[in-house]
């Protein structure tokens, strides 16, 4: 579920706020938006693919809460992920040319 | 009488919420925000009508396949065939081969369009290999297509209710905008519905937006369903993350129990065990590990199902050489097949001017009673999609210039009318929490039997006179809940009626209590009702096709799961 919005990184655009598909933030005036129903969070993880700076976290765990450090997170580089994994952002190039679905029917089963 | 725009709140009133209420006029009003609901709405706009396309979430991050990959049932032409005749065996000479190649090809023409509109697919030997799709890219590209050819698409607007001209077709739908705290209402003469299918609230991958509403919307408006005991599909996703249901990853685990006993792999004769996680799974808990995967197929599945390995990579977990403890979540009809009947070959229903399209229809021409899966289910939100799409456009230049001057009621009847200010309240969370006791419990929902489904049928029934009563009506979100109670208790009902109906087993649906396929019992099961619900039986009259003997090299399935 969602875990942060970084005040850290924020940019108040409220981006999140227009995206996630269960509306789960709410917007604030003149700061970052508030998770205002964390219960409807379905860890879909799309907020974060929409996040331009990187400042959501939607921990894996789907259905319980975990405790989660702020600095921690941004020190370990994992803020933004799935965004890289996407290949979306300034300067990148979307990575659906690495998708490689279409060779999994090749691949050797285990026996 | 004729009721002017003006007039038209005093019709369809939801208490406070109408005061501002946004009023709009289209030829084509579309339902939905994924890949059926976004076809349908190019498909309409081509054909030079005016399209309006309202979605509970946001176009692009709705649904089932934009929060995934997944691989799009388009073989190129040479494979036709081959795949054309292992989804008619997998459905247990329940689908139509017709049908079954309709949406082949159809899928087949459409994606150069989607490369066309910025897509990148991946290229092999120089030629776009177009049988997948990364799900927010895919969705992204449709979501920028739409604008430019002049869509308009209203987000975070749950449609709650059809409108319904006094000649019993359909003029439109109302709902709310639940970031701007008011109700809309558009006026259409012909109304496309692509919310989905209903997985329960289970949250399953991107799923929670999907709660049956369109189902209940048309069963209201006199439509009717199909095929609805289809609706028990569960797939397997690690505990700790009950959402991301990508079983591609698993075909490589080993799988354990608490003791850490090994239970082999989940194979029979070198094809995977349907019935091995849920037996295991009603003994205890288990655990997998992808153990089997080799260098060369961890580098294939990392790149197609990123999505599964995100919360691995989160938890600081090593799926290859760790054990992880596994589930498996409810998807009920997004990938069962079960949903609203269509009629013709333009996705109609019964209702003029009603189509359905995507995983809200019944996809048992595909796939009878068998998982739709994610590769056919990304081919029929193609396929039925453009044609619900054309068929919408055509029904509304039809109608004429005239259509929204007509005579019109809203067709909602359950957890929305706000008749009585002393009126009884429900507990929506409860609601929730009574119909996922009936839906999610394997002993219940995989291991079906009369005894087992007479009992959550009585269960659901006290639900159902619930969310029968006036529900709390403060916020623009009581409105929304309270209707996605109506639909969740709605179509749960369906879901065991047929299934209670259909005394064998077929496919997915399985009678512990009648084990075996009846090889007579070759129908298809239409339901409906709202208080008083109904079975029948449409028997399948085209004799059961046989396929010409060719090289019969199993066809790897092409869907993710």
Sequence with gaps: MIELVSHKLCINCNLCVQVCPTNVFDAVPNQPPAIARQED??????????????????????????????????????????????GWGYGRKSNSELDTAHKIRQLPRPK | MIVKKEDLKLVTSY???????????????????????????????????????VDKGFLGTSGAAAASGNGIMAPSPENWDKVLWERYRASKNLASLRWIERVIEKTWLSLPLVESWG?????????SVRQ?????????????????????????????????????????????QRQNNRTYVVRSNAVVLANGGCAFLSKALGCNTNTGDGMLMAVEAGGELSSMEASNHYAISTAFNATVTRGVPFIWASYTDEAGNDLGCGYIDGRRDPAFL?????????????????????????????????????????????????????????????GIRIIDDHCSTKVPGLYAAGDAASREFL?????????????????????????????????????????????????LKSASPTSVTFDNEAIVHGVQAEMFPLEKNYQRSEEKLLDSLAKLETLWQQVRTTPKQDTVRDIETSRRS???????????????????????????????????????????????????????????????????????ALSKS
Aim: with cysteine; aromatic share 10%; net charge negative.
């Design chain 1, 41 to 86: 969070c379905q860890t879909c993880f799309m907020c974060e693919a929409y996040c331009p700076v990187d400042a959501l976290y939607v921990a894996p765990e789907s259905h319980t809460n975990v405790a989660i450090n702020e600095d921690d997170l941004i020190a370990s580089g994992i803020m933004g992920e799935y965004r890289r994994i996407l």
């Design chain 2, 15 to 53: 208490s406070d919420y109408s005061e501002n209420e946004l009023q709009l006029e289209a030829d084509v009003l579309v339902v939905g925000g994924g890949p059926a609901a976004a076809w349908a709405a190019w498909a309409a706009a081509s054909q030079g009508v005016k399209v309006i396309i």
């Design chain 2, 119 to 127: 897509y990148n697919f991946p290229k092999e030997n120089g030629e």
């Design chain 2, 132 to 176: 997948s799709y990364y799900g927010p890219e895919y969705m992204r590209v449709l979501r920028k297509t739409l604008l430019r050819v002049g869509v308009q698409i209203l987000d975070q607007s749950p449609a709650l209710e059809l409108l319904l001209a006094e000649d019993g077709s359909v003029a439109g739908a109302r709902g709310v």
């Design chain 2, 278 to 338: 849920p037996n295991a799974l009603l003994k205890g808990p288990v655990y997998a590990q992808l153990d089997r995967a080799t260098p060369e197929v961890k580098a294939v599945i990392e790149k197609s199902h990123f999505i599964a390995f995100l919360p691995y990579k989160k938890a600081g977990i090593d799926p290859y050489t760790e054990r992880v403890p596994v589930t498996l979540v409810l998807e009920g009809t997004v990938r069962g097949t079960g």
């Design chain 2, 367 to 415: 796939a009878g009673l068998a998982s739709g899966g994610g590769g056919p289910n990304a081919a029929w939100a193609i396929s039925t999609g453009q044609w619900a799409g054309v068929g919408a456009a055509n029904f509304a230049k039809s109608v004429g210039a005239y259509g929204h001057e007509r005579v019109v009621h809203a067709a909602g009847q359950v957890g």
């Design chain 2, 486 to 556: 109506a639909a969740l208790v709605a179509v749960a009902r369906w879901s065991y009626f047929s299934a209670l109906n259909r005394k064998e087993t077929r496919s997915e649906h399985i009678r512990v209590d009648y084990p075996e396929t009846d090889p007579n019992q070759r129908y298809y099961q239409a339901t409906g009702g709202l208080d008083q619900l109904w079975v029948r039986r449409d028997w399948l009259t085209e004799p059961i096709a046989t396929p010409p003997v060719l090289n019969t090299q199993p066809i790897p």
